[in-house]
C-alpha cells in the first residue's frame, strides 16, 4: 500500500489560487493513477481530479477550466494547482492512490490525512 501526505491547504479570497502537492511512498509511483478529492462540511466526497500513470488528465465538471492535476514521477509527487477559487470550493481535499477501477471517477484504495483549503467570500 502506499502512504500519501498532502500539504499546501489554507484560507485564501475568493479569486485566487493555492496550490497542493501529495507526496507518495512505499511502492513504485510511476505505475500508478492519482487523484484528489474533495468533501465539504455536511456533504459527501467528491471527485475532483485525476491523472493516469501516462499523464492523462479528469476534472469533475465544477473544477474544469480552473483546476490543473499534474505529476512528477521523479518526487513521486502529485499536484493540484487551483485557480479562481470560489467559496464553494471550501472542503477538506484528500489525495488518493492505488485505483480500484478506471477512468474516473474512480475508486481508490489509499488516502491522504486532508487538508483544509477555505475560500472566504
Known amino acids: 500500500q502506499v502512504q500519501l501526505v498532502e500539504s499546501g491547504g489554507g484560507l485564501v479570497q475568493a479569486g485566487g489560487s493555492l496550490s497542493l502537492s501529495c507526496a507518495t511512498s512505499g511502492r513504485t509511483f510511476r505505475r500508478i493513477g492519482m487523484g484528489w478529492f474533495r468533501q465539504a462540511p455536511g456533504k459527501e466526497r467528491e471527485f475532483v481530479a485525476a491523472?493516469?500513470?501516462?499523464?492523462?488528465?479528469y476534472y469533475a465538471d465544477s473544477v474544469k477550466g480552473r483546476f490543473t492535476i499534474s505529476r512528477d514521477d521523479a518526487k513521486n509527487t502529485v499536484y493540484l494547482r487551483m485557480n479562481s477559487l470560489k467559496p464553494e470550493d471550501t472542503a477538506v481535499y484528500y489525495c488518493a492512490a492505488d485505483p480500484i477501477s478506471w477512468p474516473p471517477p474512480a475508486d481508490f484504495g489509499s488516502w491522504g490525512q486532508g487538508t483544509q483549503v477555505t475560500v472566504s467570500s
Open positions: 491523472v493516469s500513470w501516462n499523464g492523462n488528465t
